[in-house]
């Protein structure tokens, strides 16, 4: 927050970064922050703060409701009395701007880490449940959330340190979308990095399968993102799909409809794909040419029936609310017309202002929708998906979510994605291969190895990388 608009905070000392912390949740209501002041009171296991400025004044509370259970560690007890700081001050601040905040305090990516953290330490899930209300003010609809994800996780997944992900990034793509922040680089600027990128890349599957092979490794998933892998000839996806190991799960993130033709396809058939990524984001022809999507409806619906045609067994449809110039009505056309489609997945993310994006500097000028409307859609598209069928079993935020909200992937029931669950809950090891990949080494600590996002230093560093991953593993492994 600029000098200009730093609050004036009356809190005892210990408490003042973490009530600072929480004006970094309200970025777009910044300016009416402008001059207020925070007043922070600790009282018994519950602060209260109080937000007074030109537009009233707000209060917010947020309480201990086991201040004393020896389940809490010693690094719990010492960080209670600020999070119980950032809380009521996010409490207050949300009545003071009118923002809804339905994760409260909480900032980081996966929420869900924190409710099984809390199961770990004894909480039942109801416990669970009112500790996040009380201490981050997580609201009741989000705890019933991370509650159905935490049961649905529990009965898929199991630690498993005999077997592992492996993920494959291909950073190119036809274009750059404005919201994109991932590593994807425009093949008209940049194809004359394809070709020595792929010859780095096809060395280090081979040395990662022999790798596997030799130390009796299982690959339980493996996940080709990007960028837009299906922006490659057929005959390279061939031969990346040639020096992989065998695998229970196969997923190819397609991604853009305009890349997606019969002879890929094919090629993804025959190496055994069984899940892809086909996203139109949302299908509004407007919208989709003011975000620089440089394909339209047909094209998505001609890349479905592909798909549908060829046999690939499940199909992800992946869609974003909060997108400019679009409203709760337009959300809902786009879901209708995708259920009407029986796409075994669907994915709902909210736009996230990403610093790597192409608009970020100009976001304002953007026609963005409002954070109610933004909350419509999303609760709009939630019950329309679960009324189809398909219940949401993995999340993940950002920074700077429109609305503050969340991306949800929604599945019919044995159709989830093992892959997405493990890569986002960190509950095994992945294997990141390719420009812009993380490796995640989950032991005792999770030690991450992450590949240059260029291509050309990625190929130049490609053996000194792959060593790195082969020496985290092998204390993995221990073989």
Not at 11 to 36: C, D, K
Request: charged share 25%; hydrophobic share 40%; glycine share 6%.
């Amino acid at each position: 927050m600029p000098d200009s608009l730093t609050p004036i905070i009356e809190a005892p000392a210990e408490l003042r970064t973490t009530i600072l912390s929480a004006l970094n949740i309200f970025p777009r209501s910044s300016a009416r922050l402008s001059g207020i002041k925070i007043k922070a009171t600790k009282r018994d296991n519950s602060v209260e703060v109080v937000v007074s400025g030109v537009e009233g004044e707000a209060v917010g509370i947020a309480k201990d409701p086991f201040p004393t259970d020896k389940r809490w560690s010693t690094n719990d007890i010492a960080r209670r009395w600020g999070e119980l700081a950032k809380t009521a001050s996010v409490k207050a601040l949300s009545v003071y701007t009118g923002e809804n905040l339905y994760w409260g305090s909480l900032e980081g990516v996966r929420p869900s880490n924190l409710w099984r953290l809390l199961r770990q330490r004894g909480f039942s899930n109801q416990e669970t449940e009112l500790i996040l209300n009380s201490i981050y003010g997580v609201a009741t609809e989000k705890t019933q959330l991370l509650k159905e994800l935490y049961l649905k996780q529990e009965k898929m997944v199991f630690a498993d340190n005999n077997s592992i992900s492996l993920y494959i990034g291909i950073p190119f793509c036809p274009t750059r979308c404005a919201y994109c922040s991932f590593t994807a680089y425009p093949l008209k600027t940049h194809g004359h990095l394809k070709k020595p990128y792929l010859e780095a890349l096809y060395y280090e599957l081979a040395e990662l399968r022999d790798y596997f092979v030799q130390k009796r490794v299982a690959v339980k998933s493996i996940y080709i993102g990007g960028g837009t892998p299906t922006a490659l000839e057929a005959e390279e996806l061939r031969q990346i799909f040639s020096l992989l190991p065998e695998t229970e799960e196969f997923t190819v993130e397609a991604g853009r409809p305009d890349t997606i033709d019969r002879a890929k396809l094919l090629v993804m058939k025959e190496a055994k794909v069984d899940r892809i990524s086909v996203n139109p984001q949302t299908l509004k022809e407007s919208t989709l040419k003011l975000i620089g999507r440089k394909h339209t409806i047909e094209d998505f619906y001609k890349a479905v029936d592909l798909v549908r045609e060829i046999g690939i067994p499940v199909m992800n449809i992946d869609l974003i609310a909060g997108l400019p110039g679009e409203n709760a009505e337009d959300m809902d056309n786009t879901l209708e017309r995708i259920l009407a489609l029986k796409p075994e997945n669907v994915t709902v993310h909210t736009l996230a202002a990403k610093r790597a994006s192409t608009w970020y500097k100009e976001l304002d000028r953007w026609p963005l929708p409002s954070s109610l409307e933004t909350e419509k859609m999303v609760v709009n598209a939630a019950n329309k998906l679960n009324q189809a069928g398909l219940h949401p079993y993995y999340l993940y935020r950002q920074r700077h979510m429109a609305a503050n909200l969340e991306n949800v992937g929604y599945a019919l029931e044995g159709q989830e994605c093992y892959y997405n669950i493990v890569m986002i809950e960190e509950l095994n090891t992945v294997v990141g291969a390719g420009a812009g990949a993380s490796t995640r080494v989950v032991n005792q600590a999770i030690e991450r190895i992450v590949n240059p996002k260029c291509p050309a230093t990625y190929a130049n560093r490609v053996a000194d990388l792959l060593n790195a991953k082969k020496n985290n593993l092998d204390r993995l492994f221990l073989v």
